[in-house]
């Protein structure tokens, strides 16, 4: 797997997709159970960090979400990395690299990992 940024910003983009490596599939691989569990607790700053505190509920064990809640929030993370995917596969890197700039600088100082 490898990442696209840039050595300039804080831009970064999901690693490269493939049909048979990591892809939005892969990336959401394991969370349908999330819908099938009642009550997952987390960290209160969680909640906070990821902006789900209208979801957050409490008792005597610590903060809770239900598991169809933190399945949908899961989802709109995977569709926002899908939206927001600039170059989606190496070989489309390796057709832009030449030309592609930073979406959120500018820059052509980018790198792979
Ligand atoms: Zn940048």
Redesign the pocket.
């Known amino acids: 797997m490898a990442y696209l940024h840039?050595?300039?910003?804080?831009?970064s983009q999901d690693d490269f997709w493939s049909l048979e490596g990591w892809n939005p599939e892969k990336a959401m691989e394991g969370h349908w159970t999330l819908a099938f569990n009642d009550k997952y607790y987390m960290d209160r700053n969680f909640f906070k960090e990821a902006n789900l505190e209208e979801k957050m509920h409490e008792n005597e064990k610590g903060c809770w979400i239900r598991g169809q809640d933190l399945l949908a929030w899961e989802l709109r993370r995977t569709a926002r990395s899908v939206e927001t995917m600039a170059v989606r596969t190496e070989r489309e890197w390796k057709q832009v690299r030449d030309t592609f700039v930073?979406?959120?600088?500018?820059?052509k100082?980018?790198d792979i990992d």
Do not use: R
């Open positions: 840039c050595h300039d910003c804080d831009w930073c979406p959120e600088c500018g820059s100082n980018l």
